[in-house]
């Protein structure tokens, strides 16, 4: 079995994510006019398919939240991921000088997957959550393979398929094509996994390192905003502070940084999600609808670039999806710990698959406002699934954050962001502007003895929970369980951002 490369982090994982969910998302809204149905037919006899599906079974016992047929009969669950290959969508070579534009640097490690992005579409199709896995995550792999950064799921499997087919003789595209698919069913598993059956894929789209330049420029740029400028050479970024259209090569550049970033991938994440938001809402407004051009141009870009499962027709898919509006499409993250050294030597992100789990669950099950007690009967209070809980754990007692939170999702809360902060001595409960009587709930569902207090960094419909080693409320009562991982104390984890949709212009690092 050839080992995956492990090439520098700075080398793709929001590259991919804009063109794939881009491609995705834009495709769907140009249904909206009637210009667009005509020219997107060109799609359905141009684009590249891969069977991903023929064999593909859900877990056992997996909540099955998709179907298998074309259209939306019930809610999707779609994988979108950025490959890192210097070939076009048809496996043609992208030239030299496309290259050194996008500044790919070299070829190694093309293989593994660096945007991994799970878009969660509901039934009635007026909405949409996209849902990004760290490429650096440690988890456990499908296939047999062990415990490994999630970005590495792909090339392991497509590796070893690759070296048994040219034993037996395949060759060509056919050997490409083959290993390939081997790679993302494995991909497609550990992702299945990770979420411990919350959801059953059955969608997948696949893009490559020249689309999302391509695409971004089709659409004639996307407004992003920057709280201060930046110049990178890795990445070859050099942007001004403030908001500003950006496509190209410098689009590609924004979304790829992760060197001289404070919190490194995790702020390399806000920025595809944040770019993403403005892609989203240039496809949907007016200028991209109902220009000829710029229809042609995004076909073509799509086409030329984009892979999606077979079976999957677009058309159908985009005319059921009408409905959807920028502002309705959210962008998320899975809840991750500190980076630490792993067993084989790398850095990677602690993660908690109960807690993805959990997490992911309380995103796209049943709005996320009713849960359940360990009895059985619900525990809901009216009011608390509208807020948010992010939980800052600072007890020092391993899980007793978690712990906490759980309880609080018990009650009706939302499920929100959940890390660990270095040790502090007193709890407490911050709200941002007008937020006093939520912050006021979460309190009283703590035991009513953590005090309150403003905070203009908390996002509205959120509530962030400061768990210190004074806490003695719902949650903390007999807990000794052992710890799922163990963090150096050296370790420190930094504060995601805040959800981002496609309705205004966050401003990022």
């Known amino acids: ?260 970033l404070p919190r490194g991938d995790l702020d390399r994440i806000v920025r595809q999600q944040a770019f993403l938001s403005g892609m989203v809402q240039k496809v949907l407004s007016a200028d991209t609808l109902v220009n000829p051009s710029k229809l042609n141009a995004l076909i073509e870009a799509i086409k030329k670039s984009v892979v999606i499962s077979s079976g999957w027709d677009l058309l159908t898919f985009m005319q059921q999806l009408q409905g959807i509006v920028g502002g309705s499409v959210r962008f998320e993250t899975i809840p991750t710990g500190q980076n630490v050294i792993s067993a084989e030597g790398q850095s990677v992100t602690v993660v908690d698959p109960d807690s993805v789990r959990d997490f992911v669950t309380g995103l796209i099950g049943a709005g996320g406002s009713s849960k359940t007690t360990t009895s059985g009967t619900a525990a809901t209070t009216p009011g608390n699934d509208r807020i948010t809980v992010d939980m800052r754990d600072g007890a020092g007692a391993p899980n007793l954050g978690a712990s906490v939170l759980d309880e609080l999702v018990r009650d009706g809360f939302r499920r929100g962001e959940s890390l660990t902060i270095a040790t502090m001595p007193i709890s407490a409960v911050h709200y941002g502007p007008g937020a006093s009587a939520d912050a006021d709930k979460v309190a009283s569902a703590l035991g009513g003895k953590v005090v309150t207090e403003p905070d203009s960094a908390v996002p509205a419909g959120h509530i962030r929970v400061y768990l210190g080693q004074d806490y003695t409320g719902p949650g903390a009562q007999g807990f000794g369980m052992a710890p799922r991982y163990v963090i150096p104390t050296t370790a420190v984890t930094t504060p995601t951002s805040p959800s981002i949709t496609a309705g205004g212009v966050p401003c990022v690092n």
């Not at 490429?135 to 398929?161: F, I, P, T, W």
Request: charge should be negative.
């Open 1 to 260: 079995m050839r080992e995956p490369a492990d090439r520098s982090r700075a080398a793709t994982a929001g590259k991919i994510t804009g063109r794939t969910l881009v491609a995705l998302l834009s495709t769907v809204v140009l249904a909206a006019s009637g210009y667009g149905w005509v020219e997107v037919n060109k799609v359905r006899n141009g684009i590249t398919t891969t069977d991903v599906f023929g064999s593909h079974q859900p877990l056992a016992g997996s909540a099955t939240t998709t179907t298998a047929v074309p259209g939306l009969d019930g809610p999707q669950d779609i994988l979108v991921v950025g490959l890192d290959s210097r070939t076009d969508a048809q496996g043609n070579p992208l030239p030299q000088a496309v290259l050194d534009q996008l500044h790919a640097g070299s070829n190694d490690g093309e293989l593994n997957t660096d945007t991994m992005i799970l878009l969660h579409i509901p039934a009635d199709g007026r909405s949409a959550v996209a849902i990004s896995f760290p490429r650096d995550s440690y988890v456990q792999l499908a296939g047999g393979y062990g415990k490994h950064k999630l970005n590495s799921a792909y090339a392991y499997a497509r590796n070893d398929a690759y070296s048994d087919l040219s034993a037996q003789g395949v060759k060509g595209a056919d050997l490409e094509q083959q290993a390939a698919v081997a790679g993302r069913k494995n991909l497609i598993k550990t992702v299945e996994d990770l979420t411990g059956g919350a959801v059953t894929i059955n969608r997948y789209a696949e893009v490559n390192l020249a689309s999302f330049y391509e695409i971004s420029q089709a659409i004639g740029g996307v407004t992003v905003c920057l709280n201060q400028p930046v110049k990178e050479y890795r990445s070859g970024i050099d942007l001004p502070a403030g908001q500003q259209v950006i496509s190209g090569g410098q689009a590609l550049a924004f979304v790829r940084q992760r060197y001289d």
